[in-house]
């Protein structure tokens, strides 16, 4: 059930619905330094992680010999998928924890292996968790009778419809290694500040206060990607501006800007 939790919380963030009206052109003029630095100084002040960060039940390395051939597993599979060599994976990958739980219901009775660990290419990362089921009891509905209360094999598991992995498409069934990730090295920009700077240059994000924003990888390309929304003034008149930014090719793009809706939410 908590991984269940884990895997609506991205999707309520996703859903939210914003009325887009024209573009903000209050200042098209290129921002000067002392504005860039006025902006790092607030962007510091005034921002938000959205990334999963694990709590302390998602920390420590399982030890026992069961767990470790899933943390072995798990890795096997994790490179098929993202097409990670297994230098690459050693050098930007690191595993916070790993263990077996054990979840039982009514129609729903299976071991599962969980493992989350940090991707981080120069200043930049994400945390992610994967999911593997391992066995299946005997209440669990959708289970194959010849592999009820046995531990799964690698290619059991590779079968199954709840072969999940985060990172190649995020809280959705895979099926075929239709996702294949860049072993990028190094980002074009040295700093999440110098990022901001570039990107306050393309679009003006300065005139806004108050800022969340978010790195991930873009699943059809394969780049490290940075996201930022920022909003300015208070419901009901809230406005906000979206962009995003990539980190490999420096391309931004305006998912949206105008006013926010957030009146509809008003009591």
Known sequence: MKRLVLMIIPALICGMAFTFTSCDKRDELPPTEEQNEALLETFGKNNHFSQWIPSEEFLGVCTDDLCMYYCQVWKELFLEKTGYTESYFNKHITVHGSGLE?????????????VTYTIQVDWTFIYNIDVLVVKFGENYIHSNPDLIDCYLSKEDIKKMPLYDFNIVKIYTIIETNDCILSN????????LNSAITYLNGKTRIDKYDSFWYETYIDLKTGDWMLRVYATTGECPELYFTSVRLNLITGKTSIDGQGKDNCCLFCE
């Open 184 to 191: 990028h090295e190094r980002l074009k920009f040295s700093s």
């Open 102 to 114: 054990h979840y039982s219901a009514p129609w729903s009775d299976f071991t599962q292996f969980y």
